[in-house]
């Protein structure tokens, strides 16, 4: 083995970033990958509509929850060790996921890859930090960003290629190669480390409250069409939530070791940067969802066309958000996200212009635009939240930020697939009206529009009939995508509009933190 590459003190950190970079490259590319794979999904495991959501909700959730908690824990008990039980935990779900018979397991085993992920992130940054020292720490944080980016670009073409020549479930086997090494690179290279300093209690009830607070509304959002929103089981998780809620309020309020310290929201630009983290993450992830479902289903384009599709969108926000960057300090970050969020709500108007017969020369300046609204808002957005506190803090106000982001990620595929799910139900039952199609069987196409999976719904149904049920199922599936991506657009405009309102300019503005001796303050690109 040549000299360079045998582990010694010299090249010791540079393994050791090696390692952190493989496993962020794992969990950035599972924010994207998973999209284009949904439509084999959904007719694999004949999921329902709501199935897929939570495909996602559940990912995002468990890692929105546990974020914070997991790089204070890596701070009490070490860095190391709580970063290769993420990775383990991660590479041992992902293999279940791969394994799934069936849409209950691949649910739950996306839940626990949340959990996994949630420990990684933080660890990455933190173990590069306590790695390098502080002349070499804004280089290795620079790659450990790269990395990030080129994982959210790859994503859907990766995704879509597996999907379409080995299946679905070879997405979530790449990670395995990906553990080992990790792991085996960690344990040989990276030295363990703590924070003596930090309180050691865990905050345990926050996580709880807030726990069930945002499972409880979710769960409500997802399945409130096919329960009824009037019905107990509805109203009691909306009860429930609401108590959620409150006692986390409560908890992080009075609670000696906080994961949010609500302090720092007395500052209107970091009030007005979380609140951008959610509504981008919920316009972002809520477009991911339903666009790679409609490019499958509807235009019948490969998993791998449609994962190629959406490269414009993933390629113009890396190109986009480093410039963002460097304008965010001369300019600061509000002229950037106010006019990126519009270009977002500009993108989502388009799109919920498409109709059947939509080619991809509408989409691809949809698409565009959306990279570029995104690629100017995301480190804007990082940066607004920094400035916006003491660099001492900066560690915990990124924690908070990317649990915002992760959050609102979760409501836009779960508010808006409500939404979906409600005017595609209205719309199935007004055009079916003539044909006499029980409710049971309405419901049944409602959960698989423009699946192909109708047509089993229907066997034995005469050809005319069939093809006025397949023609309602098409129209109806476009018709609910368009309102949704309508409110998507709408919520896209109450961000920009948020954003001016509070983020303060750039000469009320604080020094921003150098990412050389804080580099949790350096988000990484994506969701």
């Known amino acids: 083995m040549p000299e360079r590459l045998r582990l010694n003190e010299q090249n010791r950190k540079w393994w050791t970033l090696a390692a952190m970079c493989f496993a962020l490259f794992m969990i950035m590319l599972d924010n994207t990958v998973v999209n284009v794979a949904l439509p084999s999904i959904q007719r694999d495991l004949h999921a329902s509509i709501s199935s897929l959501e939570w495909t996602v909700n559940a990912y995002t959730l468990t890692f929105a929850v546990l974020l914070v908690t997991g790089g204070r824990l890596g701070d009490i008990f070490g860095r190391r060790r709580m970063f290769l039980f993420g990775v383990v935990v991660f590479a041992v779900s992902s293999a279940a996921i791969g394994l799934a018979p069936d849409q209950g397991w691949l649910v739950a085993g996306r839940a626990i890859q949340g959990i996994g992920g949630a420990f990684m992130m933080p660890g990455t940054l933190s173990i590069i930090s306590n790695t390098f020292p502080a002349r070499e720490r804004g280089r290795a944080i620079g790659t450990w960003a790269g990395v990030s980016a080129l994982a959210l670009a790859l994503g859907p073409a990766v995704g879509g290629a597996l999907t379409e020549y080995v299946s679905w479930r070879a997405i979530f086997f790449l990670n395995l190669p990906v553990a080992v090494g990790a792991v085996l690179v960690t344990l040989f290279a990276a030295r363990e480390s703590r ?40 109203v009691s998780l909306l009860a429930t939530a609401v108590v959620g809620i409150v006692a986390f309020v409560l908890v992080e309020r009075h609670g000696r070791a906080p994961m949010v310290q609500f302090e720092y929201f007395r500052s209107r630009s970091f009030l007005g940067a979380n609140s951008v983290a959610f509504i981008v993450s919920f316009a972002m992830l809520a477009m991911f969802f339903f666009m790679a479902l409609y490019m499958q ?23 986009a958000s480093p410039i963002a960057g460097r304008l965010s300090d001369r300019i600061g970050p509000r002229p950037l996200i106010t006019a990126g969020l519009t270009l977002v709500a500009v993108a989502l108007f388009l799109q919920s212009r498409v109709t059947v017969h939509s080619g991809y020369a509408q989409l691809l300046p949809a698409f565009s635009l959306m990279g570029l609204g995104m690629g100017f808002t995301m480190s804007p957005m990082s940066t607004a939240a920094m400035n916006a506190i003491t660099p001492d803090k900066a560690g915990a106000a990124s924690g908070i930020l990317s649990m915002f982001r992760m959050v609102g990620g979760t409501f836009g595929v779960a508010a808006i697939g409500a939404l979906f799910q409600s005017l595609a139900r209205t719309r199935i039952d007004e055009r079916l009206t003539g044909l006499h199609v029980p409710a049971g069987v309405r419901s049944q196409l409602v959960d698989n529009l423009g699946s192909g999976a109708g047509a089993k719904v229907l066997h034995g149904s005469d050809p005319h009939r069939a093809a006025q049920i397949a023609s309602a199922m098409h129209d109806a599936f476009i018709h609910a995508l368009s309102g949704a991506l309508t409110l998507s657009c709408g919520v896209a405009a109450v961000g920009a509009v948020l954003a001016f309102a ?19 303050a350096a988000e990484p690109v994506g969701v």
């Not at 509070?502 to 949790?520: N, V």
Request: proline share 11%.
């Open 195 to 234: 924070d003596p300093s930090v309180d050691r209690t865990g905050d345990y009830p926050g996580i709880a409250a807030l726990s069930v607070g945002l499972t409880a509304l979710v769960l409500a959002l997802v399945e409130g069409n096919r329960w009824h929103w009037g019905s107990p089981a509805i």
């Open 297 to 319: 289903n509807i235009l019948h384009y490969t998993p791998l066309e449609a994962g190629i599709r959406f490269l414009p969108a993933t390629v113009v926000i890396i190109v």
């Open 502 to 520: 509070l983020i303060e300019p750039l000469r009320a503005l604080g020094k921003r933190p150098d990412p050389a001796r804080h580099p949790e």
